[in-house]
């Protein structure tokens, strides 16, 4: 379960993000949706210790990771997608889900197994370079590759964005499939509010970096007024 | 017959002390995306540890591996100090220090050691080996150095291709920032490619000093053709640098040797318009042009 309290964070004279207030339940889909420069992605940064906060706390199952660095998080659990994905193109399908498994220590050949299985069309392209990938192959690599560390906490940044919707609700029944089956906590980052809404338990709002709405996924999708004011369908 | 043959044999001994030094220059670009004009003097300095030591009397393989520690050393304290400051920063910045570092190491050599040119001993025999009655230009020590190049090349790509630690290395290099989010120690990889560099730059020093006449600028005239070297490769791919030092290698012993000693500058640059006018990334590379 992660937990955030009053976080606050910024870009010198700019603040993002101002006393955040959250918790991502375990075994469940957390939304946080919000227009473009709602602070979704300094968020995520903030929680995954990218960027560093000027306030606040960030809580993982107990423990404080508040001012953690990044590349100790995944060997804490907690595993970040970032915005735009982040396949590195120059390494092989196989050598990015590998490099994902690095994060325990040594890669294990039951964890490559199971992510080809989730993901068949990765399966078939194992040693191609990561760079001919479509962008919904990339978004299974990037999912796959952050499972590789086989985190507790999964936080991913607009895994929609730019692909067909046929392909996102693909992705998204799969993280349903790994939060009921495994237990997997997900802080999931959309702008596209209604397919999110669709596959999350909960849902928070964020406008100019304050948390506006904080309910399940059932009651923001049914508040007609808070879906025109700040989700946009 | 006899002299085409001595002349090919000399252009690959030729090629593979360039491919050496632009296989130093390759592993620093590769991980920071720096060229460091510094390399030079920096074998220079670790030469230098290696020649004291011999002329004291130390075992001659000692005073080698010394200073192939020495770089390693070096590279690792050089990336930490002076260049992690100016990573990610406009890259003229890390061009204008390593131009920097070029001449401190320099007249640094030239305080400590002096400029008097000083007998580096050979790593073996000197003499042309003979097949039959005739006797051909390639030398035991020759056959070191070739053997040097080689090994190490292949112990590169294999960490690259095949090690744990080669795939970080290559992630750090290539995207920082997801790197980092998945464990990898950034910092620590970028450290190690600039102490494997030095490693390999000490290696092209000794293996250029040996069995000639060293003094702090006896690795000025290898400098340019690394550099070439390493361009025609691709400056991404260790192989583009063997491949790139042997190309230029064979080309500048046959001009030397069939034309004039006087036109191989010449040739070294028309070997590189030609390559970066077919191939503007070098010969080794993906299909997208080099940001330099
Ligand atoms: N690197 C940056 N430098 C300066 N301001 C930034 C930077 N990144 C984001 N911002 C600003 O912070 C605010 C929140 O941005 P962001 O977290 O990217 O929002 P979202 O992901 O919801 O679109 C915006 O006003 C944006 O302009
Ligand atoms: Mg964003």
Redesign the pocket.
């Known amino acids: 379960m992660l937990t955030i309290t009053e976080l606050t964070a910024g ?2 004279p ?1 603040t ?1 993000l101002r006393g955040v207030t959250l918790t991502a339940e375990q075994g469940r889909i957390t939304a946080v949706l ?10 995520l940064r903030t929680i995954s210790g990218l960027h560093r906060s000027t306030s606040g706390s960030v809580t993982l199952d107990g423990s404080t990771v508040t001012r953690v660095p990044a590349e100790k998080m995944p060997a804490l659990g907690m595993s970040h997608v970032p ?1 735009g994905r982040g396949v590195i193109t120059e390494l092989t399908v196989e050598e990015n889900l590998r490099l994902g498994g690095l994060a325990r220590g040594r890669v294990k050949a039951d964890d490559l197994t199971r992510i080809y299985s989730l993901f068949p069309p990765l399966d078939e392209r194992r040693h191609v370079a990561a760079a001919t990938l479509s962008g919904g192959e990339r978004q299974m690599l990037v999912i796959g590759r952050a499972l590789m560390a086989r985190p507790t906490l999964l936080l991913l940044d607009e895994p929609s964005l730019g692909l067909a919707p046929r392909i996102v609700t693909q992705i998204f029944e799969l993280l349903k499939g790994l939060v009921d089956n495994e237990g997997l906590t997900v802080l999931l ?1 959309e702008q596209n509010a209604r397919s999110a809404l669709s596959v999350a338990d909960h849902g928070i709002v ?1 406008n100019l ?1 304050q948390v506006v709405a904080d309910d399940s996924a059932a009651t923001l999708a049914a508040d007609d007024q808070l879906r025109h004011a700040y989700l946009g369908f | 017959m006899l002299q085409f043959t001595n002349t090919a044999l000399a252009g690959l001994v030729l090629g593979m002390i360039f491919a050496a030094f632009a296989l130093a220059l390759v592993l620093i670009w590769r991980s920071t995306r720096i060229l460091n004009f510094a390399q030079a003097p920096m074998a220079v300095l670790t030469t230098y540890i290696a020649l004291v030591m011999i002329e004291d009397g130390r075992p001659y393989w000692l005073a080698f591996v010394v200073a192939l520690l020495a770089g390693l050393v070096l590279g690792a304290v050089l990336e930490r100090v002076v260049i992690r400051p100016v990573e990610g920063k406009p890259d003229i910045n890390a061009v204008i220090l390593t131009l920097g570092l070029f001449i401190v190491f320099k007249s640094g050599a030239e305080v400590i050691f002096g400029t008097k040119l000083r007998t580096y001993p050979p790593t073996f025999g000197i003499r042309g080996i003979e097949i039959g009655d005739t006797t051909i230009g390639i030398t035991t020590s020759d056959f070191f150095t070739i053997g040097a190049v080689i090994a190490t090349l292949v112990l590169l790509v294999a960490l690259f291709r095949f090690t744990d630690l080669g795939l970080k290395m290559r992630a750090a290099a290539n995207n920082q920032e997801v790197a980092g989010l998945l464990g990898v120690k950034v910092g620590a990889m970028l450290t190690l490619g600039w102490a494997l560099a030095a490693v390999v730059g000490s290696l092209s020093g000794l293996l250029i000093a040996a069995g000639g006449l060293v003094q702090p600028s006896y690795m000025d005239s290898i400098v340019v053709f690394g550099f070439i070297a390493a361009v025609i490769g691709g400056l991404e791919s260790p192989a583009g640098a063997v491949v790139g030092g042997l190309l230029l290698g064979f080309s500048l012993s046959f001009v030397s040797g069939y034309l004039s000693a006087q036109l191989v500058a010449l040739v070294a640059l028309g070997i590189l318009m030609t390559v970066l006018t077919l191939r503007p990334g070098g010969l080794f590379t993906a299909t997208q042009g080099r940001r330099v």
Not at chain 1, 34 to 43: D, F, S
């Open positions: 870009y010198g700019i993002a919000g227009a473009n420069g709602a602070g979704k992605t300094t968020l915005e980052v964020l970096g």
